[in-house]
T-cell receptor
Framework: DSGVTQTPKHLITATGQRVTLRCSPR?????VYWYQQSLDQGLQFLIQ???????AKGNILERFSAQQFPDLHSELNLSSLELGDSALYFC???????????FGPGTRLLVL | TQLLEQSPQFLSIQEGENLTVYCNSS?????LQWYRQEPGEGPVLLVT?????EVKKLKRLTFQFGDARKDSSLHITAAQPGDTGLYLC????????????FGKGTLLTVNP
């Protein structure tokens, strides 16, 4: 158990819909990272937040957005969902940046 | 963005065999991390290598960092079914960029 929690574990929805994925970091960690894992693209960095502020951005689509709240939990919002958005979405946390990232168990999203 | 090439993509061996998987880049790594991801779980950090020529051992796993810091290998001695999983290498982009870039991984299956 990494100490990072993600909900829900599984999510099935339809194209065009919007979903919210939630992540609670390990106690004491200020950074939260979001990744997308698919068979063809592998594990891809989406975005990082540090203590409530966006710190780094990867190949995150404009339809996707994230935020980190004062209690340090984070949410990833995916809108206008497409079939190709079906993937595993992982959250990770670390103390700050450059240190070990601890990954959560992931949310498996299926868009039908 | 630094690209990490991992090989082989798939590897299926019998219990007790030795194996080596590779991670290569056309650019110099500032540091390199190896992760193992088991089915249904997030990646777990195994080791970080920083210095060219560095060798680190973790029980039956030996990690090597190339002298030029452009390649790395993971060698497993006497593989066991519990070693089954996806082995990923990853590297941070340099400077103020906190993005962790992953290779697509080697999927290892160790058959009893």
């Amino acid at each position: 158990d990494s100490g990072v929690t993600q909900t829900p574990k599984h999510l099935i929805t339809a194209t065009g819909q919007r979903v919210t994925l939630r992540c609670s970091p390990r106690s004491g960690d200020l950074s939260v990272y979001w990744y997308q894992q698919s068979l063809d693209q592998g594990l891809q960095f989406l975005i990082q937040y540090y203590n409530g502020e966006e710190r780094a951005k990867g190949n995150i689509l404009e339809r996707f957005s994230a935020q980190q709240f004062p209690d340090l939990h984070s949410e990833l919002n995916l809108s206008s969902l497409e079939l190709g958005d079906s993937a595993l979405y992982f959250c990770a946390s670390s103390v700050g940046g450059w240190e070990t990232q601890y990954f959560g168990p992931g949310t498996r999203l299926l868009v039908l | 963005t630094q690209l990490l090439e991992q090989s082989p993509q798939f590897l299926s061996i019998q219990e007790g065999e030795n194996l080596t998987v590779y991670c290569n880049s056309s650019s110099v790594f500032s540091s390199l991390q190896w992760y193992r991801q088991e089915p249904g779980e997030g990646p777990v950090l195994l080791v970080t290598v920083v210095t060219g020529g560095e060798v680190k051992k973790l029980k039956r796993l030996t990690f090597q960092f190339g002298d030029a810091r452009k390649d790395s290998s993971l060698h497993i001695t006497a593989a066991q079914p519990g070693d089954t999983g996806l082995y990923l290498c990853a590297s941070y982009s340099g400077g103020s960029n906190y993005k962790l870039t992953f290779g697509k991984g080697t999927l290892l299956t160790v058959n009893p």
